[in-house]
């Protein structure tokens, strides 16, 4: 085998329905192909690279970036998602680097602050199209990213942006081409974008458990009324019954992403090989996802996010933090349209386009915003 087809010999242990490497729709871009990495390798590597990517360090999951050295941040969850992820593909012979480009770069459009910065910035945006962090993570690596001599953005493969969109309303659909045609004809996107978004669901459900223990917002106590947290506590405290209260919470969070990852392969193994659709065009057709879970698990896992939105994200504290990140989105954004020169000169240019277009900007300079420099931009322009 030559070197410049190593890659494509890793397509033989695929299953038919994934996406294969030299079958992908393409860049918009032209490119030569590279002789060591296939192209959906290219668009992971792309993705860590860029700067979108790094800010993620310092952006609030749930608690705010900084607050404590051990919560997650919006990068160390965009972590675990990938992780998940490749894990499962693996077990199912799905594009196991599609997989994880998807992964990497499904958060790269989420403003400071967390859902309270999406929120705020979609509320200002409102009578200017609104915000959507997924279409701003397209927006980032189609036209934002500056790498490249001969494009903008970082000119990714079509089905790596196309699992960018989680989701997507028909009429912003109509203005994305044939990259939202899914949206408007109701068809499903491919195994490793469904598989994506339910990995995304499994980090953030389990994490952000972990993260509100470790605040002190829950208690150990008030979760065995969840039901997958009490059984696998159970199963913890039954295989360590010397081990002290704090060990066996671990374990039983880590029992709780174990059963669900596991439910994951096997009920989705099971689901395609019921459906056995003939390649990734026939999986696009089914009339609904293939990527899931059990039905048993499935009220579990739901369970526990109505327990994570009640008892954590409503929290009085977690809503004060909410409102003061709000705030200053809501402040930077209309400082900014009356003062569009300040912004950095690529965000400046949209200033003499109209109102919709200097809101888009200020939209973008504000999105890629970390909490730490909004706080700073915020303060700076108050004062």
């Known amino acids: 085998m030559t070197t410049a087809a190593a890659w494509r010999g890793r397509d033989t242990t695929l299953a038919a329905w994934a996406v294969r490497d030299e079958q992908t729709r393409g860049r918009v871009h032209a490119e030569s192909g590279h002789p ?102 397209l927006r980032i690596v189609d036209k934002l990213e500056h790498r490249y001599a001969g494009f903008p953005g970082l000119n990714l493969c079509w089905e790596t942006r196309e699992g960018l969109l989680k989701r997507c309303s028909r009429r912003q659909a109509r203005t994305l081409g044939d ?117 048993p698990v499935d009220e579990r896992h739901r369970e526990l996010a109505r327990f994570l939105t009640e008892r954590l994200y409503h929290h009085p504290r977690m809503q004060q933090e909410y409102a003061r990140g709000g705030a200053v989105v809501d402040a930077l954004f209309h400082y900014y349209m009356s003062h569009p020169d300040e912004m950095p000169g690529r965000h400046s240019r949209g200033r003499e386009r109209g109102a919709e277009a200097r809101a888009r900007a200020v939209a973008d300079y504000i999105a890629g915003m970390t909490d730490r420099y909004a706080s700073r931009r915020c303060r700076a322009v108050q004062s």
């Open 179 to 295: 990259l939202g045609e899914r949206f408007i004809r109701r068809r499903q996107p491919s195994l490793e974008a469904q598989l994506a978004n339910v990995a995304d669901e499994i980090a953030y459900n389990h994490h952000d458990l972990d993260d509100g223990l470790r605040s002190g917002l829950l208690e150990p106590g008030e979760l065995m009324a969840v039901r997958l947290f009490r059984e696998c506590h159970e199963e913890a405290a039954g295989g360590f019954p010397r081990a002290d209260g704090g060990a066996l919470v671990s374990e039983a969070i880590r029992g709780m992403i174990d059963r669900v990852v596991s439910d994951l392969i096997e009920t989705t193994s099971a689901n395609l090989k019921e459906a056995m659709p003939g390649d990734a065009d026939a999986v696009r057709g089914w009339p609904k996802p293939l990527v899931g879970l059990s039905d």
């Open 36 to 137: 060591y990495r296939s192209p959906f390798q290219r668009d992971r590597d792309r993705i860590i690279h860029c700067r979108a990517f790094r800010r993620l360090m310092h952006k609030t999951q749930v608690f705010v970036a900084g607050e404590g050295d051990h919560f997650r941040t919006r990068l160390t969850h965009t972590m675990e998602v990938a992780q998940i992820a490749r894990t499962v593909a693996a077990c199912l012979r799905l594009n196991q680097d599609l997989t994880e480009a998807i992964c990497l770069g499904h958060d790269l459009g989420h403003p400071p602050f967390g859902h309270a910065g999406q929120t705020a910035l979609n509320r200002c945006m409102a009578e200017h199209g609104g915000f959507e962090h997924n279409l701003q993570a």
